[in-house]
């Protein structure tokens, strides 16, 4: 079983290579600022999708994102 520090730790770095430096820290920022309910987000706030899928679709974003 991991330690909190390591699940922090991968979840940080999961965060980085999955939105960047500035967007993990503004997200990180939003969650503390609003009463985040993540029990409630996971329920409805997230698309009915796979994670292959989710997977999938951000990268396509972040190809666009990288033309433009």
């Not at 940080?12 to 430096?21: D, E, P, Y």
């Not at 985040?36 to 999938?56: C, H, M, S, V």
């Amino acid at each position: 079983m991991r330690t909190d520090s390591e699940i922090r730790m991968q979840g940080m770095q999961a965060l980085i290579g999955s939105l960047g430096l500035i967007e993990t820290e503004r997200f990180l920022i939003a969650v503390n600022q609003d009463k985040f309910n993540y029990t409630e987000w996971r329920r409805t706030g997230l698309p009915d999708q796979g994670i292959e899928q989710i997977a999938a679709e951000a990268d396509q974003l972040a190809m666009q994102l990288s033309h433009n």
